[in-house]
């Protein structure tokens, strides 16, 4: 058993769970608990209690966010607290050639954001990719049309450059063939915070170096301390997430997601190897199992994570 405390569940960062495997998730609401594979060691288990009294706030990370609209109602019955980062670009098939038209996309965050509020449906406009076919200009001009169609049903939007990870180069050889250069970066910035003000829409950015404050921008905790202890109606005490990226902002969480299971066919996904994986995890999934990807079998190692009530004594007051 490894002490712990209670906790923020990201949903997750490896795969889009709201997409593809909400009905996987509501069962392990109703279980209680949920087996997480260690990426590093595939061997070793943890059991992750999912009682809400263990579990201050839900992240779902997300693309497409229909599939599990028919489940919230449940989950708000069940008594969890929750909210969406919704990754929204208008980039084609050539890039992301599994998601729905973009015109169905925006519908569906406007459904989410119209049930659970534009404080918990955050948009991501990213990652931002700069090339021949994909210009400063075309970015200006899709973020502006962006802004617009999202006006009053987001109050942020968090963005990022592409950064060429391993799989990144090799699934978008020939599409993405350098990261995005200094002066373009706080082209971009410059433009997009213009644009966003007029919109009412804050503007963060995701792990990146970039000092972009002369333009009104912060850098984002994607799983954000604020943001949580506003829904969930208290302080709680956490630190910054370790063995994220470097400039990452995050507060602690325990991701339950799989990497190699989505089917959305990103290219720049750094979650993904191929696509011939992903098929292959995908046959192996089960809805009633506990882990996301198979079934544990008696070779691994299972060990149970114990929550302690940390949260702060001191109410939020808003």
Sequence with gaps: MTNGENM???????????????????????????????????????????????????????????PMFD???????LGYQYYFQWTMTL???DIEYNLPEKA???????????????HRTIWRYDPIIVSQQFTIEYHVHTFA????????????????????????CKNAKGIIDSEV????????AEEFAEIARLNNISLETCSEQIELSQFGIR?????????????????????????????????????????????HGCVYCYATASEKAVLENRKRHDVNSPLLIGRPCATDKITERIVKNLKNSQMVLF
């Design 104 to 118: 169905k996309v925006i519908d569906s965050f406007k459904v989410l954001s119209n049930k659970i509020g534009s």
């Design 181 to 188: 250069d200094i002066l373009s970066m706080l082209k971009i």
């Design 8 to 66: 923020i569940i990201s949903a997750s960062r490896r795969t889009d769970i709201p997409a593809f495997y909400s009905e996987w998730f509501v069962n392990r609401l109703k279980a209680g608990y949920v087996y997480v594979r260690n990426p590093m060691n595939p061997k070793q288990i943890s059991k992750i209690p999912l009682n809400t009294e263990d579990i201050d706030c839900i992240v779902f990370w997300t693309k497409n966010a229909a």
């Design 219 to 263: 850098h984002a905790a994607c799983i954000n301390k604020h943001t949580i202890e506003t829904i969930i109606g208290y302080a709680i005490d956490r630190k910054k997430a370790k063995g994220q990226r470097e400039y990452c902002q995050c507060i602690d969480s325990v991701d339950i997601g799989a990497y190699d299971c989505c089917p």
């Design 71 to 77: 489940k919230l109602d449940r989950i708000d019955a």
């Design 91 to 93: 980039y084609g098939k």
């Design 145 to 168: 049309k962006m802004c617009h169609l999202l006006k009053g049903y987001t109050n942020k939007c968090i963005f990022s450059y592409v950064d060429l990870y391993a799989k990144t």
